[in-house]
């Protein structure tokens, strides 16, 4: 029997970690194994970041936008982290994306956590010369904070004030562990979303990632307030962090990977498995979630009159021969072809797959160092 060929809108990652792609190349395990998430990141991802410099980015960036097309992505809405190599990271994610044809939604994720204020002030400046000096047609920036409890009140504060300073929005991540919301209550908060609610950091419109451990009347506070919230299922399984059982009471819900490669299918699959359980979760949480995402990326590409929308933005997928699933044939995005018989169209995946296993050999020996 043979599955029919279909077109599909381009598929929407509202949540993801670029610079993450060179991780399944050979990256250490961490040693002595994590025991929660907070020790996750202080001894995989955290150092992971530190030892990036431009050239592992760009080898990371290239191959992820790549990749992200072939399986039928055509917006990544990113959230960078490099403390070494702030001023100039978004430039060389902005350059990949552009070169190969996908859309993306860009910001440098300002935290405290490695330099103090200082550090914050300059993830918040890259963020803010990137928002003034950018014009690549299929890149749009955003305001990016990592998480709260990595922040300081006058970052947060800041971080709010330099998104309406040029009308744009903040992308952070929210209520992802437990450790998020114990910290804000420390502070005097009762979580997270209170506190960046609080500091003024957050405008209609910004995207908080996870939500793992928010309450249902969170929630629904968020979604008065205009805030979108992105679910990531695999990551959150990976990590040992739960599942995101409230986000069902709000229609503000799109789907992400957190860093895990851009096969939204994938992930649209792992949701409908991770919430069966759930008496809440409707049957159709991952195409509401697909629709959503549509919705939040509009908002991001409302351009001038004329530009191409979203809406052109397709995936066709071949005819799939006996029990083999239909494979992403044709990619279009922005009225152009990008993928073509299941091919890129502007470079060459294995060239690029072994340009990052070479940079990555190259990281390694940096990310044991820290």
Known sequence: MT?????????INAHTHIYSALAPYGMPPAAPPPENFVQILERVWWRLDRALDERSLRASARLYAAESLLYGTTTLIDHQESPAFIEGSLDVLADACQEFGIRAVLCYGATDRNGGREEGRRGLAECRRFLRA?????VRGVVGLHASFTC???????????????????????????ADVEDARKRGYEGPLERLLATEALPPGSIMAHG???????VRMAESQGLWLVQNPRSNE?????????LWVSGRVALGTDGWEADMPREFAALERLSA??????VDAAARRLVTGRVLAAERFAGAPGEPGLEGDQVVYAAGEGDQPAQVSRVTVAGQVVVDQGRLVRGDIEELRAQAREEAQKLWPRMAAL
């Open 238 to 246: 990976g990590n040992r962090v739960g599942y995101a059982s409230s």
């Open 212 to 218: 793992v451990h928010l309450e249902p009347s969170q």
């Open 134 to 138: 950018n014009h690549r047609p299929l």
């Open 277 to 282: 359980g759930s008496v809440h979760e409707e």
């Open 3 to 11: 599955t029919p060929s279909r077109t599909v809108p381009g598929f």
């Open 152 to 178: 300081s009140d006058e970052t947060l504060h800041e971080a709010g004030e330099v998104a309406r300073e040029l009308d744009t929005v903040v992308h952070v991540h929210m209520a992802e562990d437990r």
